[in-house]
């Protein structure tokens, strides 16, 4: 494990005080903070000064539940900033679904804390600084799973990691203003602007910020990108398996809200009445009738708390916004995994009898429970989803359930992630921004020898890389440590690298040339990478031009 040591020598840098046992005190806006020194395993003589549980926000709890965050409290004296603080609320033990073994566990809703790790806190050093946005379906996570001191250190860089509410505390939206939603989102709006006001003293450019992040991470960046409030706050931004395609908005919020509201014993007829019902209920109780509403809306196609079009944080689809260009034209690099739906989110779905086949008819049926969430068919159903089950299976043997199964998560795989991803990298390039995108193959050693043979580069693989998990001793929940191997430490070194010189230049490396509509070019991205043109472009094409087709010819066949 990345050990934690006391400095018995003094420090004079500039930003950075020797407290009286040695360990790095740093001045923000808000108050003193005094953290501790770590080190990966594989650089003794570098340290990365630690600093866990900074406060960015108030706490948001009894009239500040389901509003947007307030500024920080100042504090008197030096804080302890030693420890992460606790995760957010939310509706399963993170640690249950976690291979390794947390360094806490505890959730509160008072959880609006970030984390920075530095190799220096000397203000004139300027580093690049990357702002981490966990992901987690915007329902679970949080921002320190494991310690970015390995990209710190290996690249010079300054890393943030943060939580943000999820579920119905982070997202609940009645439409209007007693809860307009995206309060999550809020919460990172406001860690992004301590960040761009506090990161000089932890030896950060507030110029050269570059926010990153992975699933709900990442879409959570590709919000961002469009939002009004967030503009000016980064320069650059990193989109790891996910963008707001992935995650689209909800159109009936309240519809939502007072379903919800129901479960938990609140007359749902006056908004008003429904938030100050609900801001009146327990933790726990809350997160008890979440639960409730996910099992009232299976089959129902509709999804709770989402992003929602407020006028505030987001006011318009992000789909119309890019069309109008009303978005931040900053450096963006989005890419995803080649088999993004193929083990961990089945599983984590409970797909039926997953890895033991699936018959055509069960695939039709879950698509057609899904569908909609991502396709809007509008009268057009059956026909696209048709369409649909002759692209992906057509081809397979009817009685090899294995054969439709692989199909299936390339399906999912494609319609969640990869025909998004073409999307927003068409219309930001479209908007006038410049794109680099990339597919990942590579999958750690550990995770390969875990999984059946025909599972690829799942969704996430790429995150053990980036953070630098080869780098880290890490410990099972069962017993012992994760072990890497030579290539999976070549990997992430390679990762952390490109990742590293794009917050630097906005180019990952020299030889990775720019997206464009006319020239889609990518890199394959593997121990040995290449440039190639047209990722999965006939599947691409497929979901971004012919089902949106369908779907037109079908509401002129209506008319």
């Known amino acids: 494990m990345a050990r934690f040591v006391t400095i018995l020598v003094s420090l004079s840098i500039l930003g950075l005080v020797a407290s009286e046992d040695g360990s790095p005190t740093v001045s923000t806006a808000s108050g003193k903070v005094r953290g501790t020194v770590q080190y990966t395993n594989d650089l003794p003589d570098k340290p990365v000064y630690t600093f866990k549980g900074i406060p960015y926000a108030a706490p948001p709890v009894g009239d500040l539940r389901f509003r947007a965050p307030e500024p920080v409290i100042p504090w008197e004296g030096v804080m302890d900033a030693t420890k992460s603080g606790p995760f957010c609320p939310q509706p399963v033990d993170l ?31 300027g580093l690049p600084v990357l702002v981490w946005i966990h992901g987690g379906s915007l329902e679970r996570g949080g921002g320190y799973l494991l310690p970015f001191a390995p990209l710190a250190a290996h690249q010079d860089v300054v890393v943030v990691t943060f939580n943000y509410r999820l579920g119905l505390l982070g997202f609940l939206s009645t439409g209007d203003e007693n809860a307009p939603g995206n309060f999550g989102f809020l919460d990172q709006v406001l ?23 992975e699933s709900a991470g990442g879409y959570s960046v590709s919000y961002h990108v469009v939002s009004p409030l967030s503009r000016g706050l980064f320069r650059r931004a990193i989109s790891q398996s996910g963008v707001f395609g992935t995650n689209p908005v909800q159109l009936n919020p309240l519809r939502i809200a007072r379903i919800q509201a129901e479960e938990l014993g609140c ?22 009738g979440y639960d409730l509403l996910q099992l009232r809306l299976v089959g129902s196609n509709l999804k709770p708390f989402r992003p929602v079009v407020d006028g505030y944080f987001l006011t318009s689809t992000p789909e119309y916004l890019i069309r109008k260009r009303q978005v931040s034209l900053v450096d963006y690099l989005m890419g995803v995994n080649d ?4 083990f961990m989110m089945p599983r984590a779905s409970h797909l039926p009898n997953f890895g033991k086949g699936m018959t055509h ?38 009685d090899d359930i294995m054969a439709i199964q692989y199909r299936y998560t390339q399906l999912m795989g494609d319609l969640m992630f990869v025909a998004p991803t073409l999307r927003a990298a068409d219309g930001h390039t479209g908007a006038g921004g410049r794109v680099h995108l990339y597919e990942n193959h590579y999958v750690p050693s550990f995770l390969r020898a875990a999984r059946p043979g025909w599972v690829g580069c799942d969704h996430t ?15 099972l929940t ?66 971004n031009k012919v089902v949106p087709k369908l779907t037109r010819l079908a509401e002129r066949d209506e008319l």
């Open 361 to 398: 008819e069960l695939c039709a049926a879950l698509l057609r429970m899904g569908l909609q969430d991502y396709v809007d068919y509008k009268g057009s159903g059956q026909a696209i989803l048709t369409a649909i089950l002759e692209r992906y299976l057509d081809h397979a043997d009817p």
């Open 95 to 125: 640690q249950h679904t976690m291979p390794f073994r947390l360094s806490q566990t505890t959730t509160s809703e008072d959880c609006l804390t970030l984390n920075i790790e530095t190799p220096t806190t000397n203000a004139d050093d």
């Open 191 to 213: 860690a992004m602007r301590w960040v761009k006001e506090n990161i000089r003293n932890f030896g950060g450019d507030p110029d050269l910020i570059t926010i990153f992040g």
């Open 267 to 288: 007359d749902g007829d006056d908004t008003a009445a429904l938030v100050d019902c609900l801001r009146e209920k327990p933790t726990e109780q809350l997160l008890a």
């Open 478 to 543: 069962s017993d012992g440590n994760i072990s890497f191997t030579a290539a999976d430490r070549q990997m992430s070194l390679k990762m952390m690298e490109l990742l590293a010189n794009f917050a630097r230049t906005g180019n990952p490396a020299e030889e990775w040339p720019v997206y464009s509509t006319d020239h889609p070019v990518y890199m394959n991205l593997n121990l040995t990478s290449s440039v190639d043109v047209g990722l999965k472009s006939d599947r691409v094409t497929f979901w």
């Open 339 to 342: 088999h993004e739906y193929g």
């Open 461 to 475: 693989d790429d995150w053990w890389m980036v953070v630098g998990a080869p780098f880290t001793d890490i410990q």
